[in-house]
């Protein structure tokens, strides 16, 4: 038996899903530099979807355990975050918790890859928005 060769298609795939969470948690972080509670919400469990997600379809690739990192790394960064999120706390106070949260989320995506010998992606906090899309609280 030949192993089987990775084809375009896979890469795609795989790109496609990271692609996607990376956009999710930028726009988390722009949430939460712009103080708006319920965009914070929606993108923490919209990242949260999409990593289920990658756990489901990309278990395994090239021989990284995608859903074991995920499940070990990302999910308890994201659910830390979640965990700022829902505490009570003065405002001064609450978004610094996130904001310290979301820079140990970034770090974390960078220890993941650190672990699939990808270290040469390296995920930094952006506060840049090129989305049609307003994060600031109103």
């Given at each position: 038996d030949q192993p089987r060769?990775?084809?375009?298609g896979d890469v795609y795939k795989r790109q496609s899903y990271m692609?996607?969470?990376q956009v999710l948690t930028h726009k988390l972080g722009l949430s939460i530099e712009g103080e708006n509670t319920a965009l914070v919400q929606f993108?923490?469990?919209?990242?949260?979807?999409?990593?289920?997600e990658i756990q489901t379809v990309l278990p395994e690739y090239e021989g990284t355990p995608v859903a074991l990192y995920m499940d070990r790394m990302a999910l308890p960064a994201y659910v830390e975050l979640r965990k700022q999120f829902d505490a009570k706390e003065p405002v001064g106070e609450y978004f610094r918790n996130l904001n310290v949260a979301y820079?140990?989320?970034l770090t974390t995506c960078?220890?993941?890859?650190?672990s699939s010998s990808r270290e040469y992606v390296r995920?930094?906090?952006n506060s840049h928005n090129p989305y049609l899309q307003d994060f600031s609280h109103k």
């Open positions: 060769s990775r084809g375009l692609t996607e969470l993108y923490l469990h919209e990242s949260l979807v999409k990593i289920e820079d140990n989320l960078n220890t993941c890859h650190a995920i930094i906090r």
